[in-house]
């Protein structure tokens, strides 16, 4: 058997829209793409959206919405994905890396607060990171941000849907309706919903919204489909150097249906993960991926840790057994201290970064989508633990 470790579902709904677009004439930033950011503002419970072409740019147009300039620093979790610290670069600001906790992966603001305090530049702000799809305790982000003046930005790449409450009493609150600044989404072929490429950005601060929207099409002063529609004119001005970061029409129709499907789509992950769970709990030689009754899942990822000590094998020798059996996984992620521009620009050593240096060894994603059949599932469980079997220590 192979099991891929994704497999995209565009139903024949987005098919459609796509084809009334193609022959609607409109092919770029227009009508549909204004439905799926009225859409998905109403989704996460967000009074502002708008619509990129990545999580990528959002990030970036948020950073820059915030003014961050060159002399200032963000706090950065190292566990993350390029694009989280690279837009602080964009902005030619330090991006001030940070350790992990152990199980969540989240950042640890104990960490944080070390090395805000160590800082050289004047720290801004902080990008936690909704690593596979588990919510940051926001509170404790937002009290953080508050005692050091800070601003956030969530990097909700991982995290639609997701929810979290700080306890059962509680109330849930979906992630993009929080009280950070913006919170970033990805749209991006392997993640929870896709539109090819794309990203949208929520806010509850208007001012934000607009200078998002501004900068997303080249610091032009309306929306450029404004000035071709009927109501409309040709006039527009330019009000700052911005980016083309647009999301096109044609993308924002796969995204309209796709947003429909999202809960559908987070349940049956949540099933492929109860599985997975069940099936690996008694297997020595990991650890199952964190789980908290206070959080909505967007099960984006399921990663279990090795217990190195417990098998004669490393991790990359564990993904070439899975892989030689027909099972296909990832490693989300080699932290950024680890890589070579990190290190050789900020001198980032491993020791540096004790719990993400450490844990990063241990971690296996293994294939979690929506329609991964009961046999997949299955085949998958069987094989890791065989392998736990045969190079148990
Ligand atoms: C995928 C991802 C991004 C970037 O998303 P794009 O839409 O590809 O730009 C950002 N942050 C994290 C954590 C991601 O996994």
Redesign the pocket.
């Known amino acids: 058997m192979k099991v891929p470790f994704f497999r995209p579902i565009i139903g024949a709904e987005e098919t459609e829209e796509v084809l009334d677009t193609l022959k609607s004439g409109w092919l770029t930033t227009g009508p549909k793409t204004k439905k799926f950011e009225e859409e998905f503002a109403k989704a996460v419970n967000a009074p502002f959206a708008v619509a990129v072409n990545?999580?990528?740019?959002a990030?970036h147009l948020a950073l820059e919405a915030l003014h961050l300039q060159s002399d200032e620093a963000v706090l950065v979790p190292t566990m993350?994905?390029a694009?989280?610290a690279e837009v602080v670069r964009y902005l030619n600001a330090e991006p001030v890396l940070v350790d992990v906790h152990p199980d969540t992966l989240h950042i640890d603001l104990a960490d944080a607060e070390e090395r805000l305090k160590k800082c050289r530049k004047r720290v801004v702000g902080i990008i936690p990171?909704h690593i596979g799809g588990m919510m940051v305790n926001m509170e404790e982000v937002n009290k953080f941000a508050k005692k050091h003046n800070l601003w956030v930005v969530e990097?909700a790449?991982?995290s639609f849907p997701a929810g979290w409450r700080k306890s059962e009493k509680d109330e849930w609150k979906i992630c993009g309706s929080g009280d950070s600044e913006v919170t970033c989404f990805?749209?991006?072929a392997n993640?929870t919903i896709t539109t090819g490429?794309?990203?949208m950005a929520t806010t509850h601060r208007e001012e934000l919204a607009e200078r998002m929207r501004i900068m997303s099409l080249h610091g032009i002063s309306k929306d450029a489909w404004k000035r071709f529609s009927s109501s409309g004119n040709w006039y527009y001005e330019i009000v700052a150097p911005g980016f083309k970061y647009n999301l096109t029409d044609v993308a924002a129709s796969i995204g309209i249906h796709q947003l429909k499907k999202a809960e559908l789509f987070r349940k049956k992950r949540e099933e492929v993960a109860k599985k997975y769970n069940e099936g690996m709990k008694s297997i020595e030689e990991i650890e199952l991926p964190p789980e908290d009754i206070n959080r909505i899942h967007s099960w984006h990822l399921y990663y279990i840790k090795l217990n190195l000590e417990k098998l004669s094998i490393n991790r990359s020798e564990f993904i070439d057994k899975l892989k030689e059996r027909g099972v296909l996984t990832s490693v989300h992620w080699m932290p950024l201290h680890m890589h070579p521009y990190y290190k050789k620009v900020y001198g980032y050593e491993e020791s540096d970064f004790e719990t993400a240096s450490k844990v990063y060894y241990r971690l296996i994603s293994l294939p979690i989508f929506p329609d991964l059949k009961d046999e997949e599932i299955d085949y998958v469980i069987e094989n890791v633990r065989r392998i736990c079997e045969e190079y148990r220590n």
């Open positions: 990545s999580c990528t740019a990030l993350t994905f694009a989280t990171v990097d790449a991982h990805s749209f991006y993640k490429e794309g990203g």
